[in-house]
């Protein structure tokens, strides 16, 4: 180390010593005159002292080894710091990043579960139309009673959409989702104890009607409250698109469980599904409130009222609800149309198909329940480009109206196409029948970036229960579509007039009401009322 020493005279500037000071050479802090570390200066201060002593003077130069011997103790000190630093860090780093989705903003925690939710919704829908068969033979029961069970289920989704929407707004679509989620799952589990009891059967179907029927309202609710408009599609899509996916899984999984289980194992295990969802729910931060205020108050320069509504408020809710002004509305009554030949088409497929695989086609039933699978399967594929387009059209400045119209008629013209040319006598073998089926059903999922936006679009405030009143009317092909698609089955033995041609119409006129009154502009319904 360098020493210097002041000058005579006591002049104010120093003037460095020929000689190097080496006490305590052995010293690695002190042996040379140039030490390079790389602790920080809060940890090790001494690394690089400069000490002044004079040549002379005894007592500085004592001084001057106590500061190296100093210096020599803080070493280990300082090392120790710094091991205990980097161990903290790597410890704090490991907390942040697990689990994977901790940092992830919290509009997208919500997204992604109440996908699940709808994932479970539908596996929880069609473990009936597999577990029909066994439970038909066991308790005797003929094909009126069998469908009578099964239409059951659209009694109470029909019921509860209207109010599942003013709950949705009134407490926030979180707590109605997971309230709904929790019914559904214990009336499914509960099917097994009430299967020789018809009434308790068919009052248990009605409950999962029910639950399941206000989760549409309450996802809505929730994506209007927590979903900016440039990523609405994308969320629709995907939480909406989860309805596919528990199509699929409750085909693959529900047969080999009934085989290897019994038919009681698919109610069990799909209401234990939902049970655990709901647990876990409680464990998502709830900040869809704080979300709420912020894009509302952006898309309609108000906020709505929390789930925290007073009793008296929430007795005069509904009569606050602006229903004159919805039904003025030729946008409204366009989503109410648009919905009901949605509807249709989709309900009397998804009953019928397997059916139609089967007879028309001389698919074995193994063969006509894998090819039933293809429809929902290829619609997750359509449905994340559908919201990828739609997304990136408004992004770019493309009018949202002009978006959804796009949109909403791919998803009814495209399957009114196919339907046309498999209706038709073409002489086309049977699996490119099942390619132009799957083709036009899968391109109807571009109904979730059109028709299933428009109710946040034209009203954050009142979107639940704007869907409520379009899903009320769409579940009706649930009830009379497909009774009355058997009964023209029956009466004039045709696939073609009793499946395809009412579907075809509903998809065709249902395009030009969308084209013509569709409108996704912001609508004041309070103002208007």
């Given at each position: 180390m360098t020493i210097f020493t002041p000058k005579p005279h006591n002049k104010s500037f120093f003037s460095p010593q020929t000689h190097i000071h080496r006490t305590n050479s052995h010293n690695p802090f002190i042996k040379t005159p140039f030490q390079r570390f790389h602790f920080t200066p809060s940890k090790l201060i001494h690394g690089h002292r400069i000490v002044l002593v004079s040549c002379n003077n005894n007592t500085q130069q004592q001084e001057t080894k106590e500061s190296h011997n100093k210096v020599s103790k803080a070493k280990p000190n300082a090392l120790t710091d710094l091991d205990n630093d980097v161990e903290q860090h790597h410890l704090e780093g490991f907390s942040v990043n697990w689990p994977p989705w901790k940092n992830l903003p919290l509009r997208y925690k919500l997204i992604g579960t109440t996908s699940l939710a709808f994932v479970i919704c539908n596996m929880d829908k069609v473990n009936l139309s597999i577990a029909i068969i066994p439970l038909s033979h066991q308790f005797g029961w003929s094909s009126s009673t069998a469908g009578l069970v099964q239409s059951s289920f659209f009694w109470g989704y029909a019921l509860s959409q209207l109010p599942g929407g003013w709950?949705?707004?009134?407490f926030g679509g979180r707590?109605?989702?997971?309230?709904?989620?929790?019914v559904w799952s214990l009336a499914t589990a509960l099917v097994p104890f009430l299967a020789g009891y018809l009434p308790g059967l068919l009052l248990t179907r009605i409950l999962v009607g029910i639950g399941e029927g206000v989760s549409p309202s309450a996802a809505t609710d929730l994506i209007a409250r927590s979903i900016p408009l440039e990523e609405r599609s994308r969320a629709v899509a995907f939480v909406f698109g989860g309805l596919s996916v528990g199509s699929v899984l409750g085909l693959l999984f529900a047969p080999p469980l009934i085989q290897n289980l019994g038919w009681e194992s698919v109610f069990y295990l799909f209401g234990l599904l939902g049970v655990a969802w709901f647990l876990g729910f409680q464990f998502l931060e709830d900040g869809e409130t704080q979300l709420a205020t912020k894009s509302i108050s952006s898309a309609q320069g108000n906020t709505t009222q929390s789930w925290q509504t007073s009793l008296t408020e929430?007795?005069?809710?509904?009569?606050?609800?602006?229903?004159?002004a919805f039904f003025r509305s030729r946008a409204v009554w366009a989503m109410i149309y648009a919905h009901f030949c949605g509807s249709w088409g989709h309900y009397t497929c998804l009953s019928w198909l397997p059916t139609y695989f089967s007879q028309e086609l001389d698919l074995n039933l193994t063969e006509a329940a894998w090819v039933s699978i293809l429809p929902p399967l290829a619609s997750i594929f359509v449905t994340s480009i559908a919201s990828q387009l739609a997304d990136s059209l408004i992004s770019k400045g493309v009018e949202t109206t002009t978006v959804r119209k796009i949109c909403q008629s791919i998803a009814f013209?495209?399957?009114?196409?196919?339907m046309t040319l498999s209706s038709l006598d073409l002489g086309l073998p049977p699996w490119e029948i099942v390619g132009l089926l799957t083709g036009g059903l899968a391109l109807s999922s571009f109904a979730l970036s059109g028709l299933y936006c428009t109710h946040q679009d034209i009203s954050p405030e009142y979107a639940s229960i704007l869907l409520g009143i379009t899903n009320t009317v769409g579940a009706v092909p649930g009830i009379v579509g497909v009774a009355l698609t058997g009964y023209l089955l029956d009466t004039t033995h045709s696939w073609s007039i009793s499946l395809y041609a009412p579907?075809?119409?509903?998809?065709?006129?249902?395009?030009?009401?969308?084209?013509?009154?569709?409108s996704s502009k912001p609508q004041s319904f309070s103002e208007e009322n």
């Open positions: 709950l949705a707004k009134i707590k109605v989702l997971e309230v709904g989620v929790l929430m007795n005069s809710s509904l009569k606050e609800v602006p229903w004159k013209l495209s399957p009114a196409v196919c579907s075809i119409f509903f998809y065709l006129s249902g395009t030009v009401v969308w084209l013509v009154f569709a």
